[in-house]
């Protein structure tokens, strides 16, 4: 099976610029849950530091952790270029520990899907757990497994055109529902460039998380005081929502 490591460091280049074309929009949300807590905070998966940085800028005690080599030297060199200084390392959400305390720890852009085992899963909510000081909340998202789009989408190939460094590259995905009883879903993906030619290629695999699974898994590590919402404005989660977003908290 794919290491999730090998996938982001293939895709460490490219990352920022594809993933801008998407437009994702939960920056801003999680700029303003790290704002509004008194303490640190520690971000899984921050990758290139798309969201880490920004907390940095807005003065927020912050910190990261990524399974990605190639990804954290992006996030090291991007925040020189910017005169900030990161505190992220190299470790999984299902096996890192802190010597201090977090008020608030964020698990955005699909990270905790990344958990393909109920050992994983479990793993990496009781790491959270352990790290939140007193009170502390632990807010992700992930894309809510839609049954439409998984049979009409699935197994087609899609794409997004994206500039970088003066050229424009199409980014092309296709998901495949790799094991049907355990939900594992493959994600093939390359860059090609003007001319068509693949530049990269890798593959990632991910579990789908329904929302009664994931309560399971919360109150099965500790936190049995939690919220979720279906977009990052508080919104009603109904069969129509994209994102689910969680807040967790524990004692």
Same mark, same amino acid.
């Given at each position: 099976?794919?290491?999730?490591?090998?996938?982001?460091?293939?895709?460490?280049?490219?990352?920022? /610029?594809?993933? /801008?074309?998407?437009? *994702?929009?939960?920056?801003?949300? @999680?700029?303003?849950?790290?704002?509004?807590?008194?303490?640190?905070?520690?971000?899984?998966?921050?990758?290139?530091?798309?969201?880490? $940085?920004?907390?940095?800028?807005?003065?927020?005690?912050?910190?990261?952790?990524?399974?990605?080599?190639?990804?954290?030297?992006?996030?090291?060199?991007? /925040?020189?270029?910017?005169?900030?200084? *990161?505190?992220? %390392?190299?470790?999984?959400?299902?096996?890192? #520990?802190?010597?201090?305390?977090?008020?608030?720890?964020?698990? *955005?852009?699909?990270?905790?899907?990344?958990?393909?085992?109920?050992?994983?899963?479990?793993? /990496?909510? =009781?790491? &959270?757990?352990?790290?939140?000081?007193?009170?502390?909340?632990?807010?992700?998202?992930?894309?809510? *497994?839609?049954?439409?789009?998984?049979?009409?989408? @699935?197994?087609?190939?899609?794409?997004?055109?994206?500039? @970088?460094?003066?050229?424009?590259?199409?980014? #092309?995905?296709?998901?495949?529902?790799?094991? =049907? &009883?355990? %939900?594992? &879903?493959?994600?093939?993906?390359?860059?090609?460039?003007?001319?068509?030619?693949?530049?990269?290629?890798?593959?990632?695999?991910?579990?789908? $998380?329904?929302?009664?699974?994931?309560?399971?898994?919360?109150?099965? #590590?500790?936190?049995?005081?939690?919220?979720?919402?279906?977009?990052?404005?508080?919104? =009603?989660?109904?069969?129509?929502?994209?994102?689910? &977003?969680?807040?967790?908290?524990?004692?």
């Amino acid at each position: 099976m794919t290491r999730i490591e090998d996938y982001f460091d293939a895709w460490s280049e490219f990352y920022d /610029a594809e993933l /801008a074309a998407r437009d *994702p929009d939960d920056v801003g949300f @999680y700029r303003e849950r790290a704002s509004a807590v008194d303490g640190p905070v520690l971000e899984l998966g921050c990758g290139t530091g798309r969201i880490t $940085l920004e907390l940095l800028a807005d003065g927020v005690d912050a910190y990261g952790i990524d399974v990605s080599a190639e990804m954290l030297a992006t996030l090291r060199e991007t /925040a020189a270029e910017r005169g900030l200084d *990161p505190s992220v %390392r190299q470790a999984d959400q299902a096996d890192f #520990a802190f010597d201090r305390e977090f008020a608030l720890v964020i698990g *955005p852009a699909d990270v905790f899907l990344y958990n393909l085992t109920i050992a994983e899963q479990t793993a /990496a909510l =009781e790491n &959270v757990r352990d790290a939140l000081a007193s009170g502390g909340e632990f807010v992700f998202s992930y894309f809510t *497994p839609d049954l439409d789009t998984i049979c009409e989408h @699935y197994g087609t190939e899609t794409t997004v055109e994206f500039d @970088y460094d003066g050229t424009t590259y199409t980014a #092309a995905s296709r998901l495949v529902l790799e094991d =049907e &009883v355990e %939900r594992i &879903v493959r994600a093939e993906r390359a860059v090609r460039d003007e001319n068509g030619e693949t530049v990269v290629e890798a593959d990632s695999v991910f579990k789908l $998380l329904p929302k009664r699974e994931m309560e399971l898994l919360l109150q099965r #590590a500790g936190f049995d005081d939690y919220e979720v919402y279906g977009d990052f404005d508080d919104g =009603e989660l109904t069969a129509d929502s994209f994102d689910m &977003v969680w807040v967790a908290r524990c004692d």
